[in-house]
């Protein structure tokens, strides 16, 4: 299975950008799993930031109101819509299972910088 994320960038502080995630997965374990995205900065652990899945979703507070996770599932893809950015958010950001994981992206660099 093949993890791959994109859509990360450079943007100013109030901008928006849109992560993509596409699992390479021969099966349907995707559209099953609640799926998550994940962020890591500099000097920090991975943490999640939210999280979507049958029973619904759920966003930590840091990006309640700034955050929209999506998925497709006839494709295979997770989305993270990101708006209002702040220089806090910058981080690799990942995408995963919330349980099982699958072995982990490479992630796509956020920097949020005037």
């Known amino acids: 299975v093949q993890v791959v994320e994109s859509g990360g960038g450079w943007v100013q502080p109030g901008g928006s950008l849109r992560l993509s995630c596409v699992v390479y997965?021969?099966?349907?374990?995707?559209?099953?799993?609640?799926m998550g995205w994940y962020r890591q900065a500099p000097g920090n652990l991975r943490e999640v930031v939210a999280h979507?899945?049958?029973?619904?979703?759920s966003y930590v507070d840091d990006v309640k109101g700034r955050f929209t996770i999506s998925r497709d599932n006839a494709k295979n893809t997770l989305y993270l819509q990101m708006d209002h950015l702040k220089p806090e958010d910058t981080a690799v950001y990942y995408c995963?299972?919330?349980?099982?994981?699958?072995?982990w992206g490479q992630g796509t660099q956020v920097t949020v910088h005037s």
């Open positions: 979507m899945g049958r029973s619904g979703l």
């Open positions: 997965d021969s099966g349907s374990i995707f559209a099953i799993s609640t």
């Open positions: 995963n299972k919330v349980i099982g994981k699958y072995d």
